[in-house]
């Protein structure tokens, strides 16, 4: 069985390339932060031309400071976890001061939020399956695929997971993480409910939200060690599975129930045609405007 480990992408989290809303989203919510009244940290006191002068810039050195930021920020929540992810550790390794990293990201939570969409993004931009994302096997294919990687960043997935369930998680953070698993499988859900081939008491976005619950409820789990290495591909591709098979119907639900009927006579999981890695083009200044100089 050969699930296709794509080694160039390293320790990141899957993200969805349909994730653009919720992306700018994100920018937004950082640029109108550090556009509002004594948010800049570089202003002069009592200077009129500092209160006029632009708070977001465009220039190659904000570009890179802005990825040296989030490549520390997803380096230290893979050594340290969510609990001890330190913005002030974050600060001595990325060079810049604790209050830029406030300024320009408007706290902790969505400056994580922040580096682990663009990990995702640059690493599903990048992959082609050769599965089609509106079928079961194309889910399957691509839970696969990304949750393989999972095995090489416990602890970065681990505080992921951790975001997503922690009570005092902003809900823009949160709706960004629930819509990298939702928007995943957005062309699957369209494609079922255009075929009627959901029950008739499936209410789509509900559906796609509990599937986000669920994905993310097994990955916590395995991640915290109450899930074995061994079980956890297992255990989240017949959990999805099971939650599908009581929302579709006919054709749907048939080809549902004999995936999980072979998996559990074989016990083993489908195996696909490998994906193909395509090198993500060089980013452009004007991609990356949130820090100030």
Known sequence: MDH?????YGARLHIDSQFSQVSAKLDRLIMNKMTEPGMSGEREAGSEKSLKRPLVYFSPSIHDRRQRILKEARRLI??????????????????VAQRTLYNAFYGKDRLIAVAIREAYDEVQNSIRYSTSATTIEGI????????????????????????????????EVWKTLQDMVFQNLSQWLNHTQQSGEFQEWVVVSELGHDIANLEYSIINDWASGRIADEDYLRRLIEGVLRLVAGAVQGRARENVEELLRRIHRERVLPSFPKATWVPPPPPTSESNTTLPE
């Open 78 to 95: 893979a050594e340290k976890g969510i609990e001890r992810f330190s913005v002030r550790e974050l600060s001595r390794r990325a060079e």
């Open 140 to 171: 399957i294919d691509r839970l696969i695929t990304v949750n393989q990687r999972n095995f090489k960043a416990r602890n970065y997935t681990q505080a992921v997971a951790s975001l997503y369930f922690a009570p005092g998680i902003q809900v």
């Open 4 to 8: 296709n480990l794509l080694d160039n």
